[in-house]
């Protein structure tokens, strides 16, 4: 076992992470931890844009970012927490293009930009072009340069290293961070990193669907590692599912399809969602599409054989527009379907896209450990995070301007806490649960396989929880899912060596989704309304009255050593923008 | 707007639609080596059935998890994005994600091994460090004098379309990988390494051209390139990348760019 010391280590090197680490190095010494390449994070798969109210194209302001935001998140977003992701969208931009980012540009040489879903001119009045991006690669271009200036800046790397534990340590009665304790992937060593202060900035946690946008490395690492040192995850129940996935893959096609002029249409050809969202139409917010698509389905008007997707639609859009506004996603309808965009359209269906819940912290990325209570020395930004700027759902281009607005003041944040404290003493034999957990795993001669658990999660949350839940649904996979936790007891690894264990890797990562799972399940039964990714069939409105509230989930360990989930509620920041109907 | 006549549909829209997914069985023959097990590599055959719409990784996540857990390869994305999953497959860099079982002849057994001329570490992952470090070398990041502008630089839409192409770069070593140059000398800058240069010699709002040439003037620089063009042929991304070099070449020969 080795240990080291760093003022401020950094759990994950994607979008939010690195964006944390440019500022956190310049003002402390800092480590940055990843279980792959910063560059093979899952924000490069982002497409279509950052939000910000820059106005270069037409009139805008970030008042009425905030607003949509708010709005698009079916007001359970935290009003203090929108604004300032709206307002602070300007700089993160322009910080960008600053720090080399190849934005698309207009004629005059500004940063171009272009309509998304649910961003709006003037309150919901008509689409507005907000969304800045390079291409249909905005996402790349972004870990792309906060990659090349972590570069620039020395910023220090530990590439697969695996964060398995995270260390608190009681001083005067308060819980305070101590570090955290990685498995190193290439020898199987294990780690302690002293730190004063850590962010968790380590994605999302997608994996526990079947048809998903999501990475096979997405699996909840950051939240599950965190929830089981007794901290409450928020809002859980709420996940996004993009509209247009390629059909049965899960790829993601950007939702700047629609907003450079794609349309979604069912067998019929006909363009339905002007009857869903009669303003906004094909931009409507994702959660009103993907429940439009699903019902075109439901009620017959699906497409292909089984009549199981819908068509995204950009046969009428000019080659020349495709060849430069879209270019990868033609090219993955091209690779993966066979099919010619140019003249075809394109089957799709909604994908499981991103966690809106997670680790809840204050603006300043602070994590809290229960409604108003900061952890010193601990962070979190990103999607493995709540602030909560996405309440109920999250609109497009908002999570790649999340993970810069929020990434850098965690980065800022954590390294100013850092120059003014000292380290709190690793608690004794700091790596026990990290070893257990890993020769448990290795050790373990259990008949169950990883690969046959993980895929009967998927099924089932595919099933149960995705677009839309009712209280069986959501009780079968209750029940499905404690008893895969129970099979998870006695999985077993094949391969039983220390270099490039991935068979380990796969298997830790599973108990993660497992309990990650439990945490969304338990939190969508017990709320019983419909509000932005979450829809209840049986309870199809929203409730302002009894849920206008945060989720918080707390996992429990009885003195018999049973685990169960308590669930709290936090309440929502309002401040200026009442609750309305929403409608698009 | 006309609605379009969906009824007249493509035979690839029918083929990428029918639902009915009919199995083959091929035969995987992949590069194994593990020095806790072995000094030696050697290669190891896996039957599977599969449908021949899915892709190469889909067939190596198969062994992994119905066959053999200790198969060991890196792989994130699975839709050739991040860059984790450039291997040798038929003798041709690829990335597994990107590349479809029916599109490499399932008949006869399809060779996966590790990229070339990097340290093989356990079965197809191999030491990624060299590659990186050349990465850094040439200075990938943009480098401007003077006090920055309150907002944006500008850069006209023809400026911005210099470099799109080398932006694309995922930096996955499938070209760096390809170059019979790199495989006798690892010293060489390699594609991946010129083309990220590129990127920003070429980017009108960029003041450290001349540092960059300089480096890669050296003589691990871009004139042992001998435009084999294998690095083109392999890029996922369908970068142009000897053109890219070439480009180099004439602006260290002219100093414009």
């Known amino acids: 076992m080795q240990i080291h010391k760093y003022d401020t280590v950094i759990v994950g090197a994607g979008g939010a992470g690195m964006r944390a680490a440019i500022e956190s190095t310049k003002r402390s010494r800092t480590a940055v931890l990843t279980k792959l390449y910063p560059t093979r994070s899952h924000t490069g798969a982002a497409q279509g844009g950052m939000a910000a109210a820059l106005a270069n194209v037409e009139e805008d302001n970030w008042e009425w970012h905030t607003f949509d935001t708010i709005k698009g998140g079916d007001y359970l977003v935290d009003q203090d927490a929108a604004e300032i992701l709206a307002k602070e969208a300007i700089d993160a931009v322009l910080d960008l293009e600053k720090m080399g980012l190849p934005f698309n540009r207009t004629p005059q040489g500004t940063i171009d930009q272009r309509r998304f879903g649910g961003h709006t001119r003037n309150h919901g009045e008509a689409a507005v072009r907000r969304s800045c991006y390079a291409s249909d690669r905005t996402g790349h271009m972004i870990l792309q340069t906060l990659y090349q200036n972590c570069v620039k800046e020395g910023v220090e790397f530990f590439n697969e290293f695996y964060v398995l534990d995270l260390l608190l340590a009681e001083v005067d009665g308060v819980q305070k961070t101590a570090g955290v304790v990685a498995y190193e992937l290439a020898t199987g060593e294990i780690h302690v990193f002293q730190a004063k202060a850590v962010i968790f900035a380590s994605g999302g946690t997608g994996k526990f669907f079947k048809v998903t946008s999501n990475a096979h490395t997405l699996t909840g690492d950051g939240q599950a590692v965190a929830y089981r040192r007794g901290l409450p995850l928020e809002d859980m129940e709420f996940f996004q599912f993009h509209p247009t996935g390629i059909w049965r893959m899960g790829i993601l096609l950007t939702e700047g399809a629609r907003g450079e002029g794609g349309i979604l249409r069912n067998k019929d050809g006909e363009r339905f969602m002007e009857k869903y969202a009669p303003v906004m139409k094909d931009l409507a917010s994702r959660d009103v599409v993907s429940r439009a698509i699903y019902t075109e389905i439901r009620e017959g008007r699906g497409c292909g054989p089984e009549g199981d997707h819908v068509y995204l639609d950009l046969t009428h859009l000019p080659p020349e527009q495709l060849d430069a506004k879209l270019p990868d996603i033609t090219e993955f309808a091209r690779t993966y379907l066979g099919i010619e965009p140019y003249t075809d359209p394109i089957p799709i269906q909604p994908t499981a896209h991103y966690a809106m819940g997670g680790i809840p912290t204050n603006v300043e990325g602070e994590v809290l450990s229960d409604n108003t209570t900061v952890v010193p020395g601990l962070y979190a930004a990103g999607e493995v995070a709540c602030v909560s700027v996405h309440g109920a759902n999250r609109l497009g281009t908002n999570s790649l301007l999340d993970i810069n607005v929020f990434g850098r003041r965690a980065g800022i944040a954590a390294a100013e806490y850092s120059a003014t404290t000292d380290y709190v003493q690793l608690p004794e034999d700091p790596a026990s649960v990290v070893v257990a957990q890993v020769e448990g795993l290795r050790n373990s001669t259990g008949k169950e396989r990883v690969s046959e658990i993980r895929n009967a999660l998927q099924e089932c949350m595919d099933k149960n929880v995705m677009v839309f839940r009712t209280e069986q649904t959501i009780k079968e996979a209750v029940e499905e899912i404690a008893h895969l936790r129970e099979r998870y007891k006695n999985v077993s690894v094949q391969d039983k060596g220390k270099r490039f264990n991935t068979d380990l890797l796969e298997a830790i990562e599973l108990g993660n989704l497992l309990d990650l799972a439990e945490v969304m399940a338990i939190s969508a039964l017990a709320r019983k309304e419909s509000r932005g990714g979450h829809y209840r069939e049986d309870y199809p409105n929203r409730d302002d009255i009894n849920f206008m509230r945060h989720t918080m989930a707390y996992r429990e360990v009885g003195a018999d050593g049973t685990e169960s989930i308590r669930l709290d509620y936090k309440p929502v920041v309002q401040t200026r923008y009442q609750p309305m109907e929403r409608k698009y | ?257």
């Open chain 2, 1 to 257: 707007m006309s609605t379009p006549t969906l009824e007249k549909h493509s035979d690839a829209l029918d083929a990428a639609e029918s639902g009915a997914s009919h199995l083959i069985t091929v035969t995987l023959r992949i590069r194994r080596f593990n020095s806790e097990v072995s000094d030696e590599a050697n290669w190891i055959d896996y039957q599977l059935d599969i449908d021949p719409k899915e892709r190469v990784l889909d067939a190596l996540h198969k062994v992994k998890w119905e066959i053999d857990g200790t198969l060991t390869f890196r792989r994130s994305c699975a839709h050739g994005i991040c860059g984790s999953d450039a291997m040798r497959i038929n003798g041709r860099n690829r990335l597994a994600c990107k590349t479809l079982i029916k599109d490499i002849n399932p008949e006869k057994p399809i060779t996966v091994e590790p990229i070339k001329g990097l340290t093989v570490l356990k079965d197809l992952v191999v030491d990624m460090d060299p590659f990186f470090q050349a990465y850094r070398d040439v200075m990938p990041f943009l480098i401007t004098k003077g006090n920055e502008p309150t907002r944006e630089r500008l850069q006209s839409p023809e400026d911005r379309e210099r470099f799109d192409d080398t932006t694309k770069c995922i930096l996955c070593a499938a070209c760096t990988s390809s170059c019979p140059v790199f495989w006798n000398d690892g010293q060489y800058f390699g594609p991946a390494a010129i083309v990220n240069a590129h990127r920003f010699i070429f980017d009108s709002r960029d003041e450290g051209g001349e540092q960059r040439l300089e480096i890669l003037n050296d003589k691990d620089g871009v004139w042992r390139c001998r435009t084999t063009f294998n690095c083109t042929d392999a890029c996922p991304r369908g970068i142009e990348v000897t053109k890219a070099i070439q480009e180099v070449k004439r602006a260290l020969i002219t100093r414009r760019f």
